[in-house]
């Protein structure tokens, strides 16, 4: 997985962005399947003032509720993002069919079906974080930003892994970013892995970006997490006095 630092303009960029204020991060969600456990949380990010971003895929495959849901995460400020039309790996499909098929069967139906239900996506999640600098000149002509997921090289922390922050008068030039995951967080990762981060893009004025899934208690579904460590990690931010971003919100 790799990122491609670009400029120029795509036909969902507004004609002027203004540089970010100060840093923060930027939480972002994943998977239709998810949408009414998304709604349930809209108290919890107003309670913070927190806005995210919701990526959807299989926009032709949604029903009355899940399509209402994404119309009530839209009118409490958050982001609704492409996801892709059928979830597919897009170097694999870039590989045996071609770019131009690629944008044609995944992001071409995704993006109209997305505008036509009035959700006009200005930033992309790559289904299974399979992207390279190939993939994402493919898309750069339809999205803002990009998003990706990686882990930490070996041996480091996410506080001492570079590749997961961006200075915040630099976003414009980073068309892909790399996020990490929030699935299955603990008490303990909080404090071990996710707070230290918080703390570099204070002291650095960075931004960094965060993906998970389902916003649920249950414990045995693979992909979530629970609504009482989100909690925890809004009050941090707002402790720390940082920043909730969406991806379109980023220069």
């Given at each position: 997985m790799s990122c491609l630092f670009l400029q120029g303009h795509s036909h969902a960029e507004p004609a002027v962005r203004a540089s970010l204020p100060k840093p923060g991060i930027v939480l972002t969600f994943d998977d239709s399947i998810n949408i009414e456990l998304w709604v349930k949380q809209i108290p919890l990010f107003e309670k913070?003032?927190?806005?995210?971003?919701?990526?959807?895929?299989?926009?032709?495959?949604?029903?009355?509720?899940?399509?209402?849901g994404l119309q009530q995460l839209k009118k409490a400020g958050h982001e609704i993002g492409c996801h892709g039309y059928r979830h597919i790996k897009a170097l694999d499909a870039i590989e045996n069919q071609g770019g131009d098929h690629y944008l044609k069967i995944e992001i071409d139906p995704a993006v109209a079906k997305l505008e036509s239900l009035g959700f006009p996506p200005a930033s992309f999640a790559y289904p299974m974080s399979n992207n390279n600098q190939n993939s994402d000149a493919l898309i750069r002509k339809y999205f803002h930003h990009a998003r990706t997921g990686t882990r930490p090289g070996h041996g480091k922390t996410l506080a001492e892994s570079d590749e997961f922050?961006?200075?915040?008068?630099?976003?414009?030039?980073?068309?892909?970013?790399?996020?990490?995951?929030?699935?299955?967080?603990?008490?303990?990762?909080?404090?071990?892995?996710?707070?230290?981060?918080?703390?570099?893009?204070?002291?650095?004025?960075?931004?960094?970006?965060?993906?998970?899934?389902?916003?649920?208690?249950?414990?045995s579904r693979k992909n979530h997490i629970r609504p009482e460590i989100l909690e925890l990690i809004l009050v941090k931010v707002k402790e720390m006095d940082l920043a909730f971003y969406r991806m379109d919100d980023l220069p």
């Open positions: 913070y003032g927190a806005k995210v971003t919701f990526f959807i895929e299989k926009p032709d495959q949604l029903n009355a509720a899940q399509t209402k922050f961006t200075p915040i008068n630099t976003t414009a030039k980073k068309f892909c970013l790399p996020a990490r995951s929030l699935d299955r967080s603990t008490e303990e990762r909080l404090q071990k892995e996710i707070f230290p981060a918080l703390e570099r893009i204070k002291t650095r004025d960075e931004v960094i970006v965060f993906y998970d899934h389902a916003i649920i208690s249950e414990t």
